[in-house]
């Protein structure tokens, strides 16, 4: 399952995986063709053997079993890379470390033979090789001064190398191309957890988590979006006050306010019509609004939802505990084009109305109110 949602999720960015692989690429070739400065490698070989003109006879069976030992060997091969070595040669050379100081070595014994690789790294192909010779030759008169029984030479002179070790634009540009097709695809799946998460917090400011209705700011949003697209049309907007509740709400476990908000959602939303919107508009206050329906017309469907609320309401499945929410509805209906804060307090006034009087539910008219 989690396989075939990645695969989703890829190829529906595709052109995020595509955009971040050719942008490595291209990265890739700039630095290799214009940034990187190229780098060279020569290197040189020294064989290692008993002096024969000093070791005979059994003696040189011995010699031979002591370079098995490769101390012998890794001796060499460390006094041939020692600074002291290497700068001794640069000064026979006329010239100063500091001139050589982009140029590296490195040393390395082949296995299980008696021959040392030295290499030098730098950025002129001619000064390398000749680097690792003059180094080598030097490194040569020194160990014979000091180890007479061995015989050290080279067996391969460094050679200028013709080629660059360092950039290789095909080499990295493939590597470029996998490093952008997983950066593209990590960006991929990003960009879809993070679409994921704002549409979830947009979820959340939309709703209102304890009745399950539209939040207060999003029901205002939609009502101007109602009547910006049909300002001339009627429109009612009423306001159901749950009167019963309102001196234990702060009292009641959240799992009952919970339960008791979402039941009276679902029945104002089993009353009304698929195009009516219904919200939280305070803690014991929800907001409708009937687009095209006058006040006439939206008193009988209110009447129709304050006799399915006023049936009393169980707190807990097959429990004794009932309550009762006594509703009290305000209606005012939108004919004259009045603007959004004008329709709201003239449907407060006609639930203030309602709270105070025997009739559950009252319509704002301009008389008695005005």
């Known amino acids: 399952m989690e396989i075939r949602y990645y695969l989703r999720v890829v ?23 214009y940034v990187a400065e190229p780098r060279y490698e020569a290197y040189a070989r ?3 053997s008993p002096n024969l003109l000093i070791v005979e006879g059994r003696d040189v069976v011995n010699s031979l079993e002591a370079l098995d030992k490769r101390s012998i060997i890794s001796t060499y091969a460390e006094v041939i890379n020692s600074p002291q070595i290497i700068n001794n040669a640069i000064g026979l050379l006329n010239g100063k470390p500091a001139d050589y100081a982009g140029y590296d070595t490195s040393v390395t014994v082949l296995p299980d033979t008696n021959i040392i690789r030295f290499s030098v ?4 192909p001619q000064v390398t090789a000749m680097l690792a010779n003059a180094i080598g030759q030097y490194a040569i008169d020194f160990i014979k001064e000091l180890y007479t029984a061995y015989d050290i030479q080279f067996l391969d002179k460094a050679m200028p190398p013709s080629e660059a070790y360092y950039p290789r634009p095909e080499q990295d540009a493939v590597l470029a191309l996998l490093v952008g097709l997983v950066v593209g695809a990590g960006l991929a799946i990003f960009r879809d957890m993070l679409a994921s998460t704002i549409d979830k917090l947009g979820e959340r400011r939309m709703i209102d988590y304890e009745s399950m209705a539209y939040s207060r700011s999003y029901f205002e949003r939609k009502v101007r979006e109602e009547m910006a697209k049909r300002p001339d049309a009627v429109q009612t907007l009423a306001f159901v006050y749950l009167n019963g509740i309102e001196e234990y709400y702060d009292s009641l476990p959240q799992a009952y306010i919970n339960r008791i ?3 009276a959602n679902d ?7 698929g195009n009516d919107i219904v919200g939280r508009w305070s803690k014991m206050e929800f907001a409708i609004l009937l687009p095209a329906t006058e006040g006439s017309s939206a008193i009988r469907r209110m009447a129709s939802i304050q006799e399915s609320l006023s049936v009393p309401m169980m707190l807990e499945p097959d429990g004794d505990h009932f309550i009762s929410l006594d509703p009290r509805i305000g209606l005012a209906d ?8 004008v329709f709201v307090n003239q449907t407060e006034q006609a639930l203030e109305i309602s709270m105070q009087s025997d009739h559950k539910i009252n319509q704002y008219k301009v008389r008695p109110f005005g």
């Open 261 to 263: 908000m979402r039941q």
């Open 267 to 273: 029945i104002l939303k089993d009353e009304l019509r």
């Open 121 to 124: 790294q730098g950025p002129d």
């Open 46 to 48: 020294f064989i290692i």
């Open 334 to 341: 939108r004919q004259g084009g009045e603007p959004f804060n």
């Open 11 to 33: 190829q529906r960015g595709w052109w995020l995986i595509l955009a971040s692989a050719l942008v490595a690429v291209n990265l890739s070739l700039a630095y290799s063709y």
